[in-house]
């Protein structure tokens, strides 16, 4: 029982505290590693490409090579800040750096990194080895259960950067805090603003029951100098996107089926307490597939009882940085539904930070109760010792095995393509080359073959109105050409737009196939009396020509050639 003691209290073992530090942290970072490496091994295999990072990710490949996706308009909009003397800089990595594998191997390097910075300040929060463990175990946990690390797109990098952020702000560390704000600002600009909420209530300390500002000067001289960066990095970020604006507004995205139930960027709900809760874009709560992790609310409760939980006296002042992360999320949340969109996603300010409030929070708890149980064990029988140190260690065996009974963990999100023939094909074609398709192919095209997209419904994000409102009347446009029965129209959809290929399923002809097409039906009213056209029976130009022009039929689909199709009377 006086070993086990020790895993809460480490002052009391013979084993140097920094040995023991490491150990746990070893054992974080290894667990880190394991549910990132089965996580990515996916990644390898041909064709294989996570779900979100089809559109983030495939520009980079003109970091390596200038003449790819030329004056393409989605290859710009989702290059958010690569651009001038930075593309330059990164131009001279090897090739094989910006490829799809090496890409892949991100999501593992994200998840050690953001383990160490979640272990420190765990510590910084409770310095005892096992509670710095437990918080890192549930942190990972919560992060290979989404899949936002493994995506390896800009969203990937929050956790690590502000992790980091939190770290460096605990131990009051300038430089490498407004580093870490700087890269945030490059990866996630939306948490700059977090984190400069953070700031703001750092200056605020409790005092003898009542809440005042610090009398302390280099509080303030920290504070200023980093609320300084993160404006500078947020009038970078505003000026950047300017050209894709204005963003959406409130009155505009409730006349777009976009924003409705089925849409490409769901967001109106029937349900009040979906749309204020549980919402993926608009609720307050954070996805939560750990639920271990709300043991973190008995955390107040604790704190609160000190004399009846030793462990609990030794929490630093710095836990309060729990309640700060809490209350700006809850503020920016509820200030982004004033303001919508402008500070984007209500849901994302709750969502990510409070999995690692929760997470941290939830290892600190687990530590206190584990060691007020093992306190009060040393007093009883030895049948109540046996009993209780099974339970316990039937608990810790459920938290550590828990994702072993959970579906669907690790969770990539990864999306295979069906057609690595047609990629092939595509990849030997000029780099200039446009291809257009209705087909779930447009998808994939641009990451697997190297060649620009005319449109595609991964690439059909509606909140920069200069973005869509091109992108919109791209598919407005296509839909027209591909189902007219003119062939004067199709035509002049090619020699306008500089199609060189068009790819199709022969099922996009058919009513039904349209029908099903959640986001196909959204363009109204063009894409009804295309159905409707279809149902009276008329053939369309492309369907008419699809035999005579094909050039090649990889898995069920059509290659056809624009220049035949420009050829045909």
């Known amino acids: 029982m006086i070993e086990?003691?020790?895993?809460?209290?480490?002052?009391?073992?013979?084993?140097?505290?920094?040995?023991?530090?490491?150990?746990?942290?070893?054992?974080?970072?290894?667990?880190?590693?394991?549910?990132?490496?089965?996580?990515?091994?996916?990644?390898?295999?041909?064709?294989?490409?996570?779900?979100?990072?089809?559109?983030?990710?495939?520009?980079?490949?003109?970091?390596?090579?200038?003449?790819?996706?030329?004056?393409?308009?989605?290859?710009?909009?989702?290059?958010?800040?690569?651009?001038?003397?930075?593309?330059?800089?990164?131009?001279?990595?090897?090739?094989?750096?910006?490829?799809?594998?090496?890409?892949?191997?991100?999501?593992?390097?994200?998840?050690?990194?953001?383990?160490?910075?979640?272990?420190?300040?765990?510590?910084?929060?409770l310095p005892v080895p096992?509670?710095?463990?437990?918080?890192?175990?549930?942190?990972?946990?919560?992060?290979?259960?989404?899949?936002?690390?493994?995506?390896?797109?800009?969203?990937?990098?929050?956790?690590?950067?502000?992790?980091?952020?939190?770290?460096?702000?605990?131990?009051?560390?300038?430089?490498?805090?407004i580093i870490a704000i700087a890269l945030l600002g490059l990866f996630y600009p939306q948490y700059v603003l977090y984190g400069s909420g953070v700031l703001v209530l750092r200056l605020l300390i409790w005092d003898n029951g009542r809440?005042?500002?610090?009398?302390?000067?280099?509080?303030?001289?920290?504070?200023?100098?980093?609320?300084?960066?993160?404006?500078?990095?947020?009038?970078?970020?505003?000026?950047?996107?300017?050209?894709?604006?204005?963003?959406?507004?409130?009155?505009?995205?409730?006349q777009m089926p976009e924003f409705y139930k089925d849409g490409r960027s769901e967001f109106f709900q029937d349900s009040a307490w979906e749309y204020w809760v549980s919402g993926d874009r608009t609720g307050i709560l954070p996805t939560q597939r750990v639920p271990i992790a709300w043991v973190s609310l008995l955390l107040p409760l604790l704190l609160r009882f000190r004399q009846r939980f030793p462990l609990a006296q030794r929490v630093t002042d710095n836990g309060a940085i729990l309640l700060q992360l809490t209350l700006v999320a809850f503020g920016l949340f509820f200030a982004a539904h004033a303001v919508l969109f402008k500070l984007y996603l209500p849901s994302r300010y709750t969502t990510?930070?409070?999995?690692?409030?929760?997470?941290?929070?939830?290892?600190?708890?687990?530590?206190?109760?584990?060691?007020?149980?093992?306190?009060?064990?040393?007093?009883?029988?030895?049948?109540k010792k046996n009993l209780g140190l099974g339970a316990i260690a039937l608990?810790?065996?459920?938290?550590?095995?828990?994702?072993?009974?959970?579906?669907?963990?690790?969770?990539?999100?990864?999306?295979?393509?069906?057609?690595?023939?047609?990629?092939?094909?595509?990849?030997?074609?000029?780099?200039?080359?446009?291809?257009?398709?209705?087909?779930?192919?447009?998808?994939f095209i641009p990451i697997f073959a190297q060649r620009s997209t005319f449109v595609g419904e991964e690439y059909a994000i509606p909140y920069h109105v200069g973005?869509?409102?091109?992108f919109h009347q791209r598919v407005e446009n296509l839909i027209a050409a591909h189902y007219t029965a003119d062939l004067s129209v199709l035509q002049d959809f090619i020699q306008t737009n500089g199609v060189d290929f068009f790819v199709v399923a022969p099922n996009t002809f058919k009513p039904n196939w349209i029908v099903r097409n959640s986001w196909l039906m959204q363009f109204q009213p063009g894409i009804g009396e295309a159905v409707d056209r279809l149902k009276q029976r008329q053939?369309?130009?492309?369907?008419?020509?699809?035999?005579?022009?094909?050039?090649?039929?990889?898995?069920?689909?059509?290659?056809?050639?624009?220049?035949?199709?420009?050829?045909?009377?």
């Open 4 to 125: 086990l003691t020790r895993l809460t209290n480490p002052t009391h073992t013979s084993t140097k505290p920094r040995s023991q530090w490491l150990l746990w942290l070893g054992l974080s970072l290894l667990i880190s590693a394991i549910y990132g490496w089965i996580t990515i091994d996916k990644a390898y295999e041909p064709y294989i490409i996570q779900d979100d990072a089809r559109h983030y990710v495939y520009w980079m490949r003109r970091l390596v090579d200038a003449e790819l996706f030329p004056n393409d308009l989605i290859a710009d909009y989702f290059n958010p800040w690569l651009r001038g003397d930075t593309r330059r800089c990164f131009g001279c990595l090897p090739s094989w750096a910006l490829t799809r594998s090496p890409l892949s191997a991100f999501p593992l390097g994200l998840g050690l990194v953001t383990s160490a910075y979640c272990f420190a300040v765990s510590w910084q929060i």
């Open 130 to 177: 096992i509670a710095g463990f437990l918080s890192t175990l549930l942190m990972n946990q919560t992060l290979w259960a989404h899949d936002d690390t493994a995506s390896a797109t800009p969203r990937a990098f929050l956790n690590p950067l502000f992790l980091a952020f939190l770290y460096y702000l605990l131990r009051r560390q300038l430089i490498p805090c």
């Open 211 to 254: 809440l005042r500002l610090t009398r302390q000067r280099q509080d303030y001289w920290f504070v200023g100098v980093a609320l300084a960066v993160a404006a500078v990095v947020l009038g970078i970020f505003a000026l950047d996107t300017s050209q894709y604006g204005p963003i959406i507004s409130l009155e505009q995205a409730r």
């Open 352 to 383: 990510h930070s409070l999995r690692i409030v929760l997470a941290i929070a939830a290892g600190v708890t687990l530590t206190i109760l584990l060691d007020a149980a093992l306190r009060w064990l040393m007093g009883q029988s030895n049948l």
């Open 395 to 443: 608990l810790s065996a459920l938290i550590l095995l828990y994702p072993n009974f959970t579906q669907d963990f690790p969770r990539g999100n990864y999306e295979e393509g069906k057609a690595p023939e047609l990629y092939q094909f595509l990849a030997q074609q000029p780099k200039e080359t446009l291809v257009a398709s209705l087909t779930d192919e447009a998808n």
């Open 467 to 470: 973005y869509y409102s091109q």
């Open 539 to 569: 053939r369309p130009a492309l369907a008419r020509l699809i035999n005579r022009c094909s050039v090649l039929e990889p898995q069920g689909l059509r290659v056809v050639a624009a220049d035949c199709i420009l050829q045909s009377r």
